[in-house]
């Protein structure tokens, strides 16, 4: 039976690690022409070559980058169904605004909602010359809550990706242009991991709070992204697509 994605061409930006990397396993098992874009070169050229897709070393923040990338894929793969604009930093220099300096800010803005900004801008029109596509733009759980724990420009940023895709969503929507934005609840990633190895306690106090007693693992979140891309999703526009395990919905947690 055709997979999912089958004919259909896929951007994944960050796609060479974490539910970038995982996205572009799960797209090509359901039939997708990938296209992998990060600047880690060789980690991103690996991903393509698994995947059988295409690799493309472009920043994300600059205009005629997003514009060449996305120009590259059309013209090598045919054309473009599926944006996935999932870049996005979290560098320990974004803390509290007590703490983070202007310069710490800007950049976590520039590359985590700057540019799915640009990423919307310039790859939308290739959507509608096709007749419509999906748009998934990663977002986070931390959207739609507060923490104590704070990276105030991370969570600035995706509060800002979140309101955007609402608006995308509902303006495309009778052009066939699905946008939503995907909330992914912590993910076991190496920077989590060397968070539980380095201070016990302070993971520990993130933990407690999932009702499940565990965090994602990418291919959970890769796997929520697939639906958003597919044809499944075809009502679902313009929402706050939460793969948190049911962190947001929590007040006490089981023992």
């Known amino acids: 039976m055709p997979g999912r994605l089958e004919g259909k061409v896929a951007v994944i930006t960050g796609g060479a690690s974490g539910i970038g990397r995982e996205s572009a396993r799960r797209f090509a098992e359901e039939g997708a022409r990938v296209c992998v874009v990060d600047l880690a070169q060789e980690a991103g050229e ?11 070393n472009a920043d994300v923040t600059d205009p005629d980058a997003v514009q060449g990338m996305y120009r590259k894929t059309a013209e090598a793969l045919g054309g473009l169904d599926v944006l996935f604009n999932n870049a996005g930093i979290s560098p320990p220099e974004d803390s509290s605004i007590l703490e983070t300096d202007l310069d710490a800010y800007q950049r976590v803005q520039d590359v985590n909602l700057k540019s799915v900004f640009l990423c919307c801008k310039h790859g939308i029109p290739h959507l509608l010359e096709r007749g ?10 931390v959207a739609v809550m507060g923490a104590a724990t704070s990276q105030i420009s991370y969570t600035a940023s995706k509060g800002g990706v979140l309101a955007m895709s609402r608006e995308l969503g509902v303006q495309f929507a009778r052009q066939g242009v699905r946008v939503n934005a995907l909330c992914p609840g912590p993910v076991n990633t190496p920077l989590l991991q060397e968070l539980f190895a380095k201070d016990p306690e302070k993971a520990k106090r993130r933990l407690v709070h999932l009702p499940m ?24 526009t313009a929402s706050t697509f939460l793969v948190d395990g049911g962190l947001s919905g929590a007040y006490v947690t089981p023992e």
């Open 213 to 236: 007693g565990r965090f994602a693992e990418a291919r959970e979140i890769a796997n929520a992204a697939l639906f958003l891309a597919s044809d499944e999703s075809s009502y679902i």
């Open 46 to 56: 690996r991903v393509a070559a698994e995947v059988g897709g295409l690799y493309l």
């Open 132 to 141: 419509g596509g999906s748009v998934i733009n990663t977002a986070s759980f």
